[in-house]
């Protein structure tokens, strides 16, 4: 991708689709929740994301002041296609204390838009791009220290559709495994700063799906139904473990390694996600019941949180 022009601007988000050339809003999902496939040729597409620091749950009872895009973690996900032209807008919150930007793998040239979409609190930014590779991008914060910004949230993936879509399934998922690093440890009440120290140790004290310990059981689970296929988007944010991704219970059909629109691998156990990374993969549900997706670094999965449910019904 190219980034071709530098404005400031402010473009509210919502969703609109259509199979018609012309300017559209990006849908901005929140995980699990995946946009729309894409039914339309190349257009004009309208991205917004607002930097807001905020204070949530990152355990029971375990607090945490998160640096976010649009207030989750993960940030949302986009679904654009192979030519389109994305005119993409950062907006810093005005209570924000740190500025903030975005680096997209997905784009090619001024440090990823970081060089151009650096915004202080209160100001935005706005670079546009055009979208020349297919596959699955992380997207992070590319402020200075970039390292701490990832650290404390700020990421998510954007999909570049090949020309002509993706193949049809039944259920698509978002799924981003992501380390965090706390003064006290694992389990320990009440609002936890982050610690610089263990992030350069690279010990982290929780790794998680989603943003927090549960964040794919309950109300974030999936869900499927005996005979459904699922595609699932799955990336690494690190910042400094690889991912062992894996599922309890199903074997993938398919995996796309490294977010690769090409060839997939069939009958894969478990799949290695590099940090900064993403895999795509796809599986038929032969079987109802319970099934657990982990790291299969599994200390991580049973001792710091990097365990999710999908219920089969």
């Given at each position: 991708?190219?980034?071709?022009?530098?404005?400031?601007?402010?473009?509210?988000?919502?969703?609109?689709?259509?199979?018609?050339?012309?300017?559209?809003?990006?849908?901005?999902?929140?995980?699990?929740?995946?946009?729309?496939?894409?039914?339309?040729?190349?257009?004009?597409?309208?991205?917004?994301?607002?930097?807001?620091?905020?204070?949530?749950?990152?355990?029971?009872?375990?607090?945490?002041?998160?640096?976010?895009?649009?207030?989750?973690?993960?940030?949302?996900?986009?679904?654009?296609?192979?030519g389109d032209t994305v005119e993409f807008t950062i907006k810093n919150h005005q209570d924000s204390n740190e500025d903030h930007s975005i680096?997209?793998?997905?784009?090619?040239?001024?440090?990823?838009?970081?060089?151009?979409?650096?915004?202080?609190?209160?100001?935005?930014?706005?670079?546009?791009?055009?979208?020349?590779?297919?596959?699955?991008?992380?997207?992070?914060?590319?402020?200075?220290?970039?390292?701490?910004?990832?650290?404390?949230?700020?990421?998510?993936?954007?999909?570049?559709?090949?020309?002509?879509?993706?193949?049809?399934?039944d259920r698509e998922y978002y799924v981003v495994q992501s380390e965090f690093y706390t003064k006290n440890g694992f389990g320990k009440k009440?609002?936890?700063?982050?610690?610089?120290?263990?992030?350069?140790?690279?010990?982290?004290?929780?790794?998680?799906?989603?943003?927090?310990?549960?964040?794919?059981?309950?109300?974030?689970?999936?869900?499927?139904?005996?005979?459904?296929?699922?595609?699932?988007?799955?990336?690494?944010?690190?910042?400094?473990?690889?991912?062992?991704?894996?599922?309890?219970?199903?074997?993938?059909?398919?995996?796309?390694?490294?977010?690769?629109?090409?060839?997939?691998?069939?009958?894969?156990?478990?799949?290695?996600?590099?940090?900064?990374?993403?895999?795509?993969?796809?599986?038929?549900?032969?079987e109802k019941g319970l099934y657990l997706l982990v790291d299969h670094s599994i200390f991580r999965a049973i001792d710091k949180g990097a365990?999710?449910?999908?219920?089969?019904?």
């Amino acid at each position: 991708m190219k980034i071709f022009s530098i404005t400031v601007l402010v473009i509210m988000a919502c969703f609109i689709t259509t199979p018609t050339l012309g300017q559209v809003t990006a849908q901005l999902t929140k995980a699990p929740n995946v946009p729309k496939p894409l039914n339309r040729g190349p257009t004009t597409v309208q991205v917004e994301f607002e930097t807001v620091e905020t204070e949530g749950l990152l355990h029971d009872g375990v607090k945490y002041r998160f640096w976010t895009f649009n207030g989750t973690v993960p940030g949302p996900m986009v679904r654009v296609r192979v030519g389109d032209t994305v005119e993409f807008t950062i907006k810093n919150h005005q209570d924000s204390n740190e500025d903030h930007s975005i680096d997209i793998h997905a784009v090619n040239g001024n440090l990823g838009g970081g060089a151009v979409s650096q915004a202080e609190p209160g100001k935005s930014k706005k670079f546009t791009f055009k979208a020349l590779n297919p596959g699955l991008y992380i997207y992070h914060c590319a402020s200075s220290h970039i390292p701490t910004h990832i650290a404390n949230g700020m990421y998510g993936m954007m999909l570049v559709e090949p020309e002509g879509g993706l193949p049809k399934v039944d259920r698509e998922y978002y799924v981003v495994q992501s380390e965090f690093y706390t003064k006290n440890g694992f389990g320990k009440k009440g609002l936890q700063l982050f610690s610089k120290k263990k992030a350069l140790q690279e010990v982290p004290d929780y790794v998680v799906f989603n943003g927090k310990v549960g964040g794919v059981t309950g109300k974030g689970a999936l869900t499927a139904n005996v005979g459904e296929t699922v595609r699932i988007y799955f990336g690494n944010a690190g910042p400094n473990k690889i991912s062992s991704f894996h599922m309890i219970g199903e074997i993938w059909d398919r995996v796309w390694p490294e977010g690769s629109t090409g060839k997939p691998l069939e009958n894969v156990q478990t799949t290695l996600v590099p940090v900064a990374g993403s895999t795509v993969v796809e599986f038929k549900v032969q079987e109802k019941g319970l099934y657990l997706l982990v790291d299969h670094s599994i200390f991580r999965a049973i001792d710091k949180g990097a365990a999710g449910h999908m219920q089969v019904n």
